[in-house]
């Protein structure tokens, strides 16, 4: 070998064994559940239902301002914590058999917020919760009013929008996640909020209730006894 090849070599095996020590030195290695990092976490652990930027794909948009007028911090981080039993929504705590810290939970929920626009409200939106039990009898009417011109006679299916009866669906949604979409909408999909259904006339908490009652009075016996009253109250997000 030629000496300033000789040379070369030597320079490169010395870079080249440093190299990895230093990098090391640089950027050290953070232990997965150290992560407090917003946009990494979820985009692990979120996007893929709720939306890369928290718009709604799968489940309802996280960053959508009517959603975030009605849904509180506490019930947010419960929610991410702990799951919905019996739907798509999973537990994310390590208390609750998933990957993530309080730490790392508190992170989501801060973050989450942060995309919070209460200015782009003029009117008040209903409750997240019912305040009283829903009337599944004038849910019909509710439904004809204000649902049907999408999701046709008896919710069957129209031109504009699918089956919001199928057994399958109800079966995999709780009572607070079509309370959630009935007033938070699903823009994502074209599907207004509790103010768009009917131009001029939103929907009271009352009307939101009551349809919500009759959907969920169309849930196969089956399934019935996973969305309890005391469940539903508890809140979900997905």
Known sequence: MKPGALGLAAILAITSCGAPARRSAELPV????????????????CAGCHGQHGQ??????????????IADDTTIRRVTAEGVPGTAMP?????????????????????????????????????????????????VEVYGTYCSSCHGSGGLGGTRAG?????????????????????AGRPEVGMPDWRGYVIGKPMSQQDVSDVVAWLAAQRPKSAKQLYSTSQSAGGEIQ
Not at 60 to 67: E, M, N, S
Not at 124 to 130: D, E, M, R
């Open 91 to 139: 537990a994310f705590a390590q208390r609750s058999g998933g990957m993530l810290t309080d730490e790392q939970i508190n992170a989501i929920v801060t973050g989450i917020r942060r995309w919070d626009k209460p200015h782009l409200l003029e009117l008040a939106p209903p409750s997240y919760a019912a305040l009283a039990p829903g009337d599944p009898k004038r849910g």
């Open 163 to 183: 089956s919001i009866v199928d057994g399958s669906y109800l079966t995999l949604v709780s009572d607070q996640y079509l309370r959630t979409n009935v007033i």
């Open 56 to 69: 709604g794909g799968l489940a309802v948009g996280l960053g959508d301002a009517v959603y975030l007028a």
């Open 30 to 45: 953070i232990p997965p559940g150290r992560v407090t990092d917003f946009p990494l976490l979820y985009a692990q652990n």
